[in-house]
């Protein structure tokens, strides 16, 4: 069951406003989860990581782009 695996990540474009889930269409910011995606290193010094997003609602994961 991978409940960890980065492997089926959605990737989506960012767009303006409200963010929303891809797979459910939830928007409710209180339903959506974010979290470091240490995957993805944005800045090598000092260390930043990219973020992640998950739907409280139908479980999805999306990184936005
Ligand atoms: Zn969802």
């Given at each position: 069951?991978?409940?960890?695996?980065s492997?089926?990540?959605?990737?989506?474009?960012?767009?303006?406003?409200?963010?929303?889930?891809?797979?459910?269409?939830?928007?409710?910011?209180?339903?959506?989860?974010?979290?470091?995606?240490?995957?993805?290193?944005?800045?090598?010094?000092?260390?930043?990581?990219?973020?992640?997003?998950?739907?409280?609602?139908?479980?999805?994961?999306?990184?936005?782009?």
């Amino acid at each position: 069951m991978g409940e960890e695996s980065s492997g089926d990540i959605l990737t989506i474009e960012k767009h303006e406003g409200r963010r929303k889930c891809p797979k459910c269409n939830n928007e409710n910011p209180h339903m959506i989860y974010e979290s470091v995606d240490k995957s993805q290193i944005i800045m090598d010094y000092p260390r930043v990581y990219g973020k992640k997003y998950k739907c409280g609602q139908c479980g999805a994961e999306w990184r936005e782009v």
